[in-house]
């Protein structure tokens, strides 16, 4: 099937269900509540080495926050409940609490929830103190700067992960530009982030390696440099460089959007072809087929 | 649609009105509702007798009458909404866990007193002991908000245990009296002795306060905490000034005859 004169594959993006959290850090300026949004999302691309994923959703302004200040909204994906809980813990710990001025809230309402600030208090040393606003709990933590606020539970939705479009062109810049495209035009959707640099990863994976204790490996069938080496390659002739867009959602129709988003984005920008990554079906439970988001 | 109960006259003898709560008169008929126990003095007495009453089975009630002698309205209700039309006797919402309460007038002594939840907004001004601890208890208020928009009488938040008690005018001498955490925020002038044998709550004034000596400085700072605090009573209808919640607060730590993890905030003036 084609989309402005690019073809576009008949297949599918096979996604994992994942756990996601909405983190809300708001900060006395955007600059401060944007550098704790780079190191809470920071070392979080993948799973498979950083044991969650995460990006900014994007930028709120002070109307729209709990405390009136300038804010970013960040979403952390976890494959289960209990690591989502800890790696919250972890980098809002790490992170937040360290970063001037910011005070960190739960920007999700849900049913099922974890203890983050209830935890973080320890840092406290004793000193520590509770408020109830409105039926929902904040810790107060005394620290060298003044003092950082946390809220105590957070809510945690069954999201999506791995979301993916597949972009081919012919030389590294136009398949870049394409996939520049894809990025900025997938950024606005709500409840989506794309957690790679940029949002655009370079070095799709494959599951395992020829080496043992290796969980993943690059993803050599898209690989333009193998073509002339292995059997299964599936690089057109005339492409010479492969990007992926990885999407993680809230839930099925925030990735659904952004695929959507990118896929137009990309073909109007100098991909030659855009397919998507699965695992044949058998691995994933949500499969977002590219002729259903195709106009 | 309102259940209106409308006290004829004003009783010859204090009535005690418990039963008068919007979720007990939820699903009742008017008939019912008359037949509800009430006192009228030390002589029992049925809720017809006093009251006249329209309407039925709602969980919003709207009370009319003088009804500054009449105890009690509210008291222990776990939901619904009910407004007094004009001044309310004493132990207003007292012990009450959820639902709202609104006073057009004055709300007497006592009002929300050991309430553990819900909302009880005073339009005029609120008696002693405003979400205070009976005699004998320990713990006063356990949770839920009170907004008072003119003053408070003495005692105000005695025994807080948790919940919001806002004063837009003044409050009376020993506000926060041992008070064991939650917070108090007056807007007026602040009696003497705030927050006396206060053990974990916060009191914010924002007028120059005089403090009980065992209330030590610690700093001038905008605690985080505030700016969402005073959000919330703009929302719920207080004059609260952008001043306000940008102003920096110095905080007084006490009372160092007791935990001393209390905190008195006190507004400074704009530099």
Known sequence: MRLHDVEVEDTFAEAFPMWGARIVVTAATPTWAMNAGRSLTGFATSVIGCKCEAGIERELDAAETPDGRPGISVLLFAPDREGLGKRLVERIGQTVLTCPTTVCFNGLEADTEVDVGGKLRFFGDGWQASKV???????????MEGEFLVEERFGIVKGVGGGNLIILAEQVATAL??????????????????????????????????????????????CPTL????????????????????????????????????????????????????????????????????? | MTLTLTLREAPAAPVRAEALRPDRLAGLS????????????????????????SGAGEPDVRVEGDLTRVAALGTGMAGGRLTIAGDAGPHLGAGMQDGEILVEGDAGDWAGAEMGGGRLVVRGSAGRRLGGAYVGERAGMRGGEIVVHGDAGEEAGAGLRRGLIAVAGRAGPAAGLSALAGTIVVFGALGAHPGAGMRRASIVAMT?????PTYVRACTYQPPFLRLCLRRLRALGLPVTAEQIDGR???WSGDTVELRRAEILTLEPPR
Do not use: C
């Open chain 1, 177 to 222: 530009g394409a996939a520049e495209a894809a990025a900025a035009a997938m950024r606005p959707v709500e409840g989506a982030i794309l957690p790679f640099p940029g949002g655009i990863a370079r070095s799709g994976s494959k599951v395992g390696s020829r080496y043992s204790g290796q969980i993943a490996s690059t993803n050599h069938v898209l």
């Open chain 2, 249 to 251: 607060y110095t905080r």
């Open chain 2, 30 to 53: 008017r008939s019912e509702i008359e037949r509800l126990d009430v006192w009228h003095g030390n002589r029992p007495a049925a809720a017809g007798d006093l009251f006249d009453v």
């Open chain 2, 208 to 212: 120059a306060t005089a403090l009980l």
């Open chain 1, 133 to 143: 606003l409105a039926g929902r709990r904040y810790w107060r933590i005394p620290v």
């Open chain 1, 227 to 295: 073509r002339g080496q292995v059997d299964d390659s599936q690089v057109p002739n005339g492409v010479g460089s492969v990007f992926e867009i990885v999407i993680d959602g809230l839930g099925e129709e925030p990735v659904r959007a952004a695929m959507r988003a990118g896929l137009d984005a990309a073909a109007r920008a100098g991909a030659l072809r855009i397919t998507a990554g699965n695992y044949g079906g058998n691995l994933g439970p949500h499969h977002f087929h590219l002729k259903e988001l195709v106009p």
